[in-house]
T-cell receptor, first 115, second 113 residues
Framework: AQTVTQSQPEMSVQEAETVTLSCTYD???????LFWYKQPPSRQMILVIR??????QNATENRFSVNFQKAAKSFSLKISDSQLGDAAMYFC????????????FGTGTRLKVLA | NAGVTQTPKFQVLKTGQSMTLQCAQD?????MYWYRQDPGMGLRLIYY???????DKGEVPNGYNVSRLNKREFSLRLESAAPSQTSVYFC????????????FGPGTRLTVT
């Protein structure tokens, strides 16, 4: 069975600085999707960025980018120029490319942004 | 286009009471999910429905039942609520397609006393 591990329960970053959130996963599959979701205090889950495993190029969305290391089964999220609005819980998630369509989530990392 | 909607947003139950959480999506997605979120545990899958007419157990199905009423609607029922079911419940949906992004509802905060 696939698992997703986020080993940092909480992280802090100064406003305008860069922070990296870690995520590792375990799977025997070769094709899959990876995601980062943000959950602000409003509780709404918001997609931040996604990566298809068959793509070697790391995904980027404005200030958010990932470092996808397929062999190491690592999928970290880098937030550049951190803003107060980035403060939230961040969840890493895995989904198989086919089959049961289940999404497996990590336990989350709470990000605090310091003014 | 409302996305994924859930009702109610908040609910307090006494131990032993039953209730149904309703979920609907208007994105014509095939797959729907119920998750629960507890502090330090992340999101855990309760049940999912890969397509209309099918349902399968997730990681933590005990104490719950589901119904995929049609392609739009997927309900979660607690037959006899227990304090351990105090949690935030999220319904979600996704398409099978290449991107596979899952979309979430706003969540239901359930307290069982």
């Amino acid at each position: 069975a696939q698992t997703v591990t986020q080993s940092q329960p909480e992280m802090s970053v100064q406003e305008a600085e860069t922070v990296t959130l870690s995520c590792t996963y375990d799977t025997s599959e070769s094709d899959y999707y990876l995601f980062w979701y943000k959950q602000p205090p409003s509780r709404q889950m918001i997609l931040v960025i996604r990566q298809e495993a068959y793509k070697q190029q790391n995904a980027t969305e404005n200030r958010f980018s990932v470092n996808f290391q397929k062999a190491a089964k690592s999928f970290s999220l880098k937030i550049s120029d951190s803003q107060l609005g980035d403060a939230a819980m961040y969840f890493c998630a895995y989904r198989s490319f086919s089959g049961t369509y289940k999404y497996i989530f990590g336990t989350g990392t709470r990000l605090k942004v310091l003014a | 286009n409302a996305g994924v909607t859930q009702t109610p947003k908040f609910q307090v139950l006494k131990t032993g009471q039953s209730m149904t959480l309703q979920c609907a999506q208007d994105m014509n997605h095939n797959s729907m999910y119920w998750y629960r979120q507890d502090p330090g545990m992340g999101l855990r899958l309760i049940y999912y429905s890969a397509s209309e007419g099918t349902t399968d157990k997730g990681e933590v199905p005990n104490g719950y039942n589901v119904s995929r009423l049609n392609k739009r609607e997927f309900s979660l029922r607690l037959e006899s609520a227990a304090p351990s079911q105090t949690s935030v419940y999220f319904c979600a949906s996704s398409e099978w397609g290449k991107f596979g992004t899952v979309y979430f509802g706003p969540g239901t905060r359930l307290t069982v006393t």
